[in-house]
């Protein structure tokens, strides 16, 4: 066993799988899964998304712990160490330096959406002194003016800034003070807060007159809805919900004891990634139905339809503020992951102080996504004439680059490098799986992973395929 170089490790494996479950549960969940769920019509999309999950997402996610351990560094440095203990080219370390580079562009762009997610708790903070606790959120406000609150925001660009700055403050603060003393800390305190939160909002949602409505949407399953794209749709949700192919859980296993069964913990970890998402729709639908508001409002759902149907319910202030909250919590934990794997890279690649390493990362995500904040809407020059990037400013450019290209690349790559180059001898000692389960998985991890994801990457590159 390689000893560990990172000096750093999880307390215990409750606190590695609280860390992990809030790497993996972000707003990929809270926004993008009732989103896609919504825009592809429900039941059909969720039953494929949960298929995905098992078959796609659980394979790709224990293959990048178990590099992540046994190698006991930073991500390349991990798959450096297999590769070389297995007689191949420690080349392939270039798959987790895809992974770290697309963690830090993710890191960009995803806390100006965090900043959105603080604007939105300032908002119905506000709005409790003005419209009380009792009745509907935004009284005597017109729900125009309510759905124009993500226009006007888009359109403040000093705001966004700002908001992106002060999200990004917040997870410099926690990575900086290490793995036990802030990582940890956070996932232990603020994962449950976030589950009691989520529960308490989705059971006042069962009595809001929609919960019936929500429940059949999501799990009748009408099979001719299963075309091809509400199936891709799912495929990437299962892929992107779980934060595979950004380094993030390679960096997250190099912090894990011998004694932590990764089988059952990778397991713990999807599944609990798709409670998230499942709870995530029955907490919003119920709420957006009972407002006679529809549920393909793609994107818009949580940051428009959502507060405008706050204002018919009770206590629509103090929900929607807790609603946030609770959104906070776990897009903090998903950039906390983010900001990790580079900050991990920098301080073990040029042997630099943790503190100073995540001031680095953080400074070059700060100016990138300072410029997707304030350029909002603004088409890149040279770049938005690229067929792919076709009309797109900086956010949607980073988002097209990691999504369609950087994270199906990553993770086709760790699927091939632990199915086909891994000694067969140091996965068999990593994986806790044995006899049929392990045979399997070793067949999804070298065939079916692979032809999913490229698939993925195909279609995000040429959209056009599927009729886009």
């Given at each position: 066993?390689?000893?560990?170089?990172?000096g750093?490790?999880?307390?215990s494996?409750?606190?590695?799988?609280?860390a992990?479950?809030?790497?993996?549960?972000?707003l990929?969940?809270?926004?993008?899964?009732?989103?896609?769920?919504?825009?592809?019509?429900?039941?059909?999309?969720?039953m494929?998304?949960?298929?995905?999950?098992?078959?796609?997402g659980?394979?790709?996610?224990?293959?990048?712990?178990?590099i992540?351990?046994h190698?006991q560094?930073?991500a390349p440095?991990?798959v450096?160490?297999?590769?070389?203990?297995s007689?191949?080219?420690?080349?392939?370390?270039?798959?987790?330096?895809?992974?770290?580079?697309?963690?830090f562009?993710?890191?960009?762009?995803?806390?100006?959406?965090?900043g959105?997610?603080?604007?939105?708790?300032?908002?119905?903070?506000?709005d409790?002194?003005?419209?009380?606790?009792?009745?509907?959120?935004?009284?005597?406000?017109?729900?125009?003016?309510?759905?124009?609150?993500?226009?006007?925001?888009?359109?403040?660009?000093?705001?966004?800034?700002?908001?992106?700055?002060?999200?990004?403050a917040?997870t410099?603060?926690f990575?900086a003070r290490?793995?036990?003393?802030?990582i940890?800390w956070?996932?232990?305190?603020?994962?449950?807060?976030?589950?009691?939160l989520?529960?308490?909002?989705?059971?006042?949602?069962?009595?809001?007159?929609?919960?019936?409505?929500?429940?059949?949407?999501?799990f009748?399953?009408?099979?001719?809805a299963?075309t091809g794209?509400?199936?891709?749709a799912?495929?990437?949700?299962?892929?992107f919900?779980l934060s595979?192919?950004?380094?993030?859980m390679?960096?997250?296993?190099?912090?894990?004891g011998?004694?932590?069964?990764l089988?059952?913990?990778?397991g713990?970890?999807?599944?609990?990634?798709?409670?998230?998402?499942?709870?995530?729709?029955?907490?919003?639908?119920?709420?957006?139905?009972?407002?006679?508001?529809?549920?393909?409002?793609?994107?818009?759902?949580?940051?428009?339809?959502?507060?405008?149907a706050?204002?018919?319910?009770?206590?629509g202030?103090?929900?929607?503020?807790?609603?946030f909250?609770?959104?906070f919590f776990?897009?903090?934990t998903?950039?906390?992951?983010?900001?990790e794997?580079?900050?991990?890279?920098?301080?073990?690649?040029?042997?630099?102080?943790?503190?100073?390493?995540t001031g680095?990362?953080s400074?070059?995500?700060?100016?990138?996504?300072?410029?997707?904040?304030?350029?909002?809407?603004?088409?890149?020059?040279?770049l938005s004439?690229?067929?792919?990037?076709?009309?797109q400013?900086?956010?949607?450019?980073l988002d097209?680059?990691?999504?369609?290209?950087?994270?199906?690349?990553?993770?086709?790559?760790?699927s091939?490098f632990?199915?086909?180059?891994?000694?067969?001898?140091?996965?068999?000692?990593?994986n806790?799986?044995?006899?049929?389960?392990?045979?399997?998985?070793?067949?999804l991890v070298?065939?079916?992973?692979?032809l999913?994801?490229?698939?993925?990457?195909?279609?995000?590159?040429?959209?056009?395929?599927?009729?886009?």
């Open positions: 066993m390689v000893a560990n170089t990172t750093e490790g999880w307390s494996r409750r606190a590695f799988v609280l992990a479950v809030g790497s993996a549960v972000g990929g969940n809270m926004w993008r899964f009732p989103a896609e769920a919504g825009a592809n019509g429900g039941g059909a999309f969720v494929f998304y949960l298929l995905c999950v098992l078959l796609i659980l394979p790709v996610l224990l293959s990048e712990v178990l992540g351990r190698g560094s930073n440095e991990s450096r160490r297999v590769a070389a203990e007689g191949k080219s420690t080349r392939w370390a270039f798959l987790a330096d895809i992974g770290v580079l697309g963690a562009l993710v890191l960009s762009f995803y806390c100006v959406v965090g959105w997610v603080l604007y939105y708790i300032g908002v119905f903070l506000s409790i002194f003005t419209s009380g606790l009792i009745g509907g959120a935004f009284e005597g406000r017109d729900p125009a003016e309510v759905e124009a609150l993500l226009p006007n925001l888009f359109g403040n660009g000093a705001l966004m800034l700002g908001l992106h700055v002060a999200f990004l917040i410099l603060y990575v290490g793995v036990s003393g802030g940890e956070v996932a232990t305190w603020l994962m449950p807060a976030f589950f009691i989520f529960v308490a909002i989705t059971i006042y949602g069962s009595f809001t007159g929609g919960f019936e409505e929500a429940v059949s949407y999501l009748t399953v009408n099979f001719s299963l794209p509400v199936m891709l799912a495929v990437g949700q299962a892929f919900s595979l192919g950004v380094a993030g390679m960096t997250y296993g190099a912090y894990v011998r004694d932590v069964n089988a059952g913990t990778s713990i970890i999807a599944g609990a990634d798709s409670a998230v998402a499942l709870l995530a729709g029955l907490c919003i639908f119920p709420i957006v139905f009972a407002a006679g508001l529809e549920a393909n409002a793609g994107p818009g759902l949580m940051f428009q339809s959502l507060p405008r706050f204002q018919d319910i009770p206590f202030s103090v929900i929607g503020l807790l609603f909250i609770m959104v776990a897009a903090l998903s950039s906390i992951s983010l900001l794997a580079p900050t991990a890279w920098f301080k073990d690649r040029f042997r630099m102080p943790r503190p100073i390493a680095i990362v400074g070059g995500a700060l100016v990138l996504g300072g410029f997707a904040a304030w350029f909002w809407g603004r088409p890149v020059p040279v004439d690229i067929a792919l990037f076709d009309g400013d900086t956010f949607s450019i097209t680059l990691t999504s369609r290209i950087l994270m199906p690349v990553g993770a086709i790559l760790t091939l632990v199915g086909w180059v891994a000694s067969r001898r140091l996965i068999d000692s990593e806790g799986l044995s006899g049929g389960l392990h045979h399997f998985w070793l067949f070298r065939w079916a992973c692979p999913a994801l490229i698939v993925i990457l195909i279609v995000g590159i040429f959209p056009s395929i599927i009729g886009e």
